[in-house]
């Protein structure tokens, strides 16, 4: 079965850094471009950014380009996201997902964590 | 970037009504277009990917057409799980984004 966990989200004042995490399991994660994609409170889904499966490629939304960085470990199956520089408008549930390999679609999402940027 | 636009915004439905959504691209995307359902406090699910393929596991009732830069997903009788913000998203290039959204509620 294909579960996606994301952690690290929390409490950050204006300014600061934080590290989300993401581990996969239930497929061979090395194979699969994995994104991040965020939902501030009451809105709508905006897409941050993937990481190709060598870790050679990487997108961003030009609204985290320079602040935001999303890397890969295939050895720990793990995708992450450091976030620098984070504003009020930065705060959002962030889930993972897995990128399917041919229309690129998300079949599997984590459940999300919480990420608040507040003073 | 690509811009997405969904209409309606919101619509409300009684059980085994027909439903229809409509996204439009700024510019074409062939068939690199996908649509999800959300569930408040819930990660969005794949309902069609590709413009028009069913995911697996996904009710025949849903069903989406279209190619370049009009699309449309339909419920062909709504169900009382379908309650839900449903969200077109183009895999055409990035950013992949997403449509703003249609939320669909109880009549």
């Known amino acids: 079965e294909v579960q996606l966990v994301e952690s690290g989200g929390g409490l950050v004042q204006p300014g600061g850094s934080l590290r989300l995490s993401c581990a996969a399991s239930g497929f061979t994660f090395s194979s699969y471009w994995m994104s991040w994609v965020r939902q501030a409170p009451g809105k709508g889904l905006e897409w941050v950014a993937n990481?190709?499966?060598?870790?050679?490629?990487?997108y961003y939304v030009d609204s985290v380009k320079g602040r935001f960085t999303i890397s890969r470990d295939d050895a720990k199956n793990s995708l992450y996201l450091q976030m620098n520089s984070l504003r009020a408008e930065d705060t959002a549930v962030y889930y993972c997902?897995?990128?399917?390999?041919?229309?690129?679609?998300?079949?599997?999402w984590g459940q999300g964590t919480l990420v608040t940027v507040s003073s | 970037d690509i811009q997405m636009t969904q209409s309606p915004s919101s619509l409300s439905a009684s059980v085994g009504d027909r439903v229809t959504i409509t996204c439009r691209t700024s510019q074409s995307i062939t068939s690199y277009l996908n649509w999800y359902h959300q569930k408040p406090g819930k990660a969005p699910k794949l309902l069609i990917y590709?413009?028009?393929i069913l995911q697996s596991g996904v009710p025949s009732r849903f069903s989406g057409s279209g190619s370049g830069t009009d699309f449309t997903l339909t419920i062909s009788s709504l169900q009382p799980e379908d309650f839900a913000t449903y969200y077109c998203q183009q895999s055409y290039s990035t950013p992949f984004t997403f449509g703003p959204g249609t939320k669909v509620d109880i009549k």
């Open positions: 590709a413009a028009s």
């Open positions: 990481i190709k499966q060598d870790g050679s490629e990487e």
């Open positions: 997902a897995r990128q399917g390999r041919q229309w690129l679609a998300y079949s599997y």
